[in-house]
């Protein structure tokens, strides 16, 4: 009965409406601190955890909740709720924490509603597909949002992917994670990559990457590993600009490869296996 319930109350157009108002929230959050000394939780060589990441989960989690009480919550910054429910909030309170934490406005907060599909599938391989999204840049104050089955909008306008199909003209976004394996891996394609675009940029938050090829700013971005909270919302906003959004799971929780483009030059991009 309870399954029933949460298929019924949870309406995609209805959790983007209520997305956009948690996103605000904590996008107020963000430039009232942006300039401030921020507490990091915990460090490492190429990430920062800060306080306001957890306070910013918190708040978009008691916002959505109101709207619709008993659909988890998968964070950055973990988990609240019955995982085993058939819809799931996926979201990452601030994306681009490095940015943010040493004052470069560059970070956003990024809020996806999922459906569970039922068993793994290609594209879904843990048995969720996103249905709505949401990427807020609070700095801009620039609203992604997109509906599946529906435009993808950004303050309310319609968007595409550009028509750009000749690399040498691409402008790429290329993302470098974490781990040590990784950014081995990804050194050497960006090398090669350099000589073959117009210009490649590196500008460290991957859900705004993916709402700047949906908006035909970027032709593609790239990135060898990424989190489900970083590109579920972005994913979905893309797909519906008319881009295409490949992703393969990698070890890990949630990990992922993802090569997000206007639908017309992931074969020329030649991105490592």
């Given amino acids: 009965m309870e399954r029933n319930r ?68 998968l964070g950055e910054e973990g988990i609240v709720g019955d995982i085993s429910a058939p819809f799931r909030w996926v979201v990452d309170p601030i994306d681009g924490t ?48 997109a509906t599946r089955g529906t435009a993808a909008r950004l303050n309310g306008r319609k968007i595409q992917v550009s028509r750009r199909n000749r690399l040498e003209e691409s402008i790429v976004s290329i993302g470098f994670a974490k781990t040590r394996s990784t950014l081995d891996q990804m050194l050497p394609y960006f090398n090669q990559l350099v000589h073959c675009v117009r210009k490649i ?38 797909e519906c600009a008319g881009g295409e959004f490949w992703r393969r799971p990698i070890p890990g929780a949630h990990a992922y490869r993802i090569v997000a483009t206007n639908g017309r030059l992931r074969r020329s991009l030649r991105v490592p296996a």
């Fill in 6 to 73: 949460l298929q019924i109350a949870v309406n995609p157009a209805q959790a983007t409406r209520a997305a956009e108002e948690a996103a605000r929230e904590v996008g107020f959050l963000m430039r009232r601190h942006l300039h401030q000394r921020k507490r990091a939780n915990e460090t490492s060589q190429h990430d920062i955890k800060l306080e306001l990441d957890v306070r910013s989960q918190r708040l978009i989690q008691r916002s959505l909740a109101k709207a619709f009480p008993g659909v988890p919550l």
């Fill in 98 to 145: 490095v940015n943010f934490a040493y004052g470069i406005p560059h970070a956003c907060v990024s809020i996806a509603l999922q459906e569970r599909t039922g068993p793994a599938r290609a594209g879904y391989p843990d048995g969720f597909r996103t249905v709505s999204g949401v990427v807020y840049d609070p700095f801009s104050d620039e609203m992604w949002t």
């Fill in 201 to 238: 940029r590196i500008m460290g938050a991957a859900a705004l990457a993916l709402t700047y090829v949906a908006s035909g700013r970027f032709d593609a971005y790239i990135e060898g590993g990424i989190r489900l909270w970083d590109i579920a919302a972005g994913g979905l906003i893309l």
